[in-house]
């Protein structure tokens, strides 16, 4: 027997609900950037080429690209609770295989049904959030849930490296597991089980030429990136991927109900959301992956070193948790994302004048204020995306939404790391110079100010309801 659905107001103002969905996307972030460290020791124990442990990554990446426009249909067809506990139960039975592996291959199928119980994760405990939350109380939780999706990039590599430093590779997936089997007991005893729609049907069509769509484009970036494939099979995969959603957006026009949605694009706010939203994070996602390469290649620390370091961009995201509702109540959606996008770009371009001889008094406080800065964008944005999405198109928007970001943080990568060759090669260097990783650091500075622009555009009352009744309920 199905358990009847618990209302938001029966829950009363427990703020415990957002984290606990949270957890799902802290595991899974975490999970995918403490791997990263690893994979010289795997491939030593494996006896393989270390390129080749690029099928780690990459082959997740491609799972997640093929499962991400199916979530939505499935949270509306069989509960959202029901696949969430589902998603994380896989992830963790995954993690168990990836630990357990004993050669690349294993590891690699292993990676790919991770991928895909992630792929749920994010979007499906979206769906449950915005189904839970009220819209007096969307603001906050939204706030809340941006930590986790902050602190699983910032947490991964020094956790990583302290794992692979202390114990082995195998820790990193088999941590997974106590913060997997708390997050299923704490599902299960506060999170409301929403009932499905046995009549949902699923755009078979759709889910091929989305996930097709999907899967090119974000490998295509990944390999783009890392120059994982030789140029030609790169143009390949973006072509098809560009073809493919040529070929669903024609789908979708002529289906009744597609898979993924595009008329949520008549959504002002949501379509600001979404382009405004995805260009900041072109500018700002490759930023911790650009840090890095600065802080170990341009100044010589060492990973877990440089991994530390930006923790303090994650104290950063903690400390603005209890701000940034109060922020957008004063200046409204439209200041507060357009001010902030250019706050943001300054601060990134602060980084690209940091050197060798910058005080670590000076760099840590600019860390720790861009923490601030990115929390306030993303929980802000997040409210944003929704604040105007009729309650029964949730699971739809937080798909398009799921998709948009996937294709916007591969397409970020993608591109500093292509900037950052072209620029080795039109000046000669053979290594990576500091100047190099600078330019390249500043040029994701000018995507976010170019943002800024994009929000400027939105109307004084974007959200105004949304931000009223946060207030009223404040």
């Given at each position: 027997m199905q358990a009847k659905p618990i209302l938001p107001a029966a829950l009363g103002a427990s703020r415990l609900v957002p984290m606990i969905i949270g957890a799902a996307l802290f595991m899974e972030l975490l999970d995918g950037t403490a791997v990263l460290t690893a994979l010289p020791q795997m491939a030593g124990e494996f006896g393989e080429v270390p390129v080749r442990m690029n099928l780690v990554v990459s082959l997740y990446l491609l799972a997640v690209a093929l499962f991400v426009p199916v979530s939505g249909w499935a949270a509306d067809r069989f509960g959202p609770r029901r696949v969430l506990l589902a998603a994380i139960a896989s992830f963790m039975l995954a993690s168990l295989a990836c630990a357990a592996s004993a050669s690349l291959l294993q590891l690699s199928l292993a990676r790919l049904l991770q991928g895909a119980a992630g792929a749920m994760m994010a979007p499906v405990g979206q769906v449950l959030l915005l189904r839970w939350s009220t819209p007096e109380t969307l603001l906050r939780n939204m706030a809340a849930l941006a930590i986790p999706a902050l602190l699983g990039p910032m947490l991964g590599p020094p956790l990583g490296g302290l794992l692979v430093s202390l114990l082995s590779w195998h820790w990193i997936f088999l941590i997974n597991l106590p913060i997997g089997a708390l997050g299923l007991a704490l599902i299960l005893r506060r999170v409301p089980d929403y009932p499905g729609d046995p009549q949902r049907r699923l755009d078979r069509r759709g889910f091929l030429l989305s996930s097709c769509a999907l899967a090119c484009l974000v490998f295509g970036f990944e390999a783009l990136g890392h120059r994982l494939l030789p140029a030609r099979w790169i143009a390949a995969l973006l072509l098809s991927g560009s073809l493919a959603a040529l070929a669903y957006h024609r789908h979708a026009r002529r289906c009744a109900e597609p898979l993924i949605d595009l008329g949520l694009l008549r959504i002002p706010t949501f379509a600001a959301a979404l382009w405004a939203g995805n260009l900041f994070r072109l500018g700002s996602a490759a930023q911790p992956f650009l840090l890095?390469?600065?802080?170990?290649?341009?100044?010589?620390?060492?990973?877990?070193?440089?991994?530390?370091?930006?923790?303090?961009g994650g104290a950063g995201a903690l400390s603005v948790k209890f701000l940034s509702v109060s922020i957008v109540q004063r200046f409204g959606f439209r200041r507060t994302l357009s001010g902030n996008a250019l706050l943001c770009a300054l601060s990134i371009l602060l980084c690209a004048l940091v050197r060798a001889d910058t005080s670590w008094w000076l760099l840590i406080p600019l860390l720790y204020l861009g923490g601030i800065l990115r929390s306030l964008q993303f929980s802000t944005l997040g409210?944003?995306?929704?604040?105007?999405?009729?309650?029964?198109?949730?699971?739809?928007?937080?798909?398009?939404?799921?998709?948009?970001?996937?294709?916007?943080?591969?397409?970020?990568?993608?591109?500093?790391?292509?900037?950052?060759?072209?620029?080795?090669?039109?000046?000669?260097?053979?290594?990576?110079?500091?100047?190099?990783?600078?330019?390249?650091?500043?040029?994701?500075?000018?995507?976010?100010?170019?943002?800024?622009?994009?929000?400027?555009?939105?109307?004084?009352?974007?959200?105004?309801?949304?931000?009223?009744?946060?207030?009223?309920?404040?």
């Open positions: 890095v390469l600065l802080l170990q290649l341009g100044f010589g620390l060492d990973p877990l070193a440089a991994g530390l370091l930006t923790l303090a409210a944003l995306t929704y604040a105007d999405v009729p309650r029964e198109l949730a699971s739809r928007a937080s798909s398009l939404s799921a998709m948009s970001m996937q294709l916007a943080m591969s397409l970020a990568v993608g591109l500093a790391s292509s900037l950052l060759a072209g620029l080795m090669q039109l000046r000669g260097h053979s290594q990576v110079q500091v100047g190099d990783l600078a330019l390249v650091i500043a040029s994701g500075a000018l995507l976010c100010a170019v943002s800024a622009l994009l929000f400027h555009r939105l109307g004084d009352s974007a959200g105004a309801a949304l931000r009223g009744r946060a207030a009223a309920a404040g």
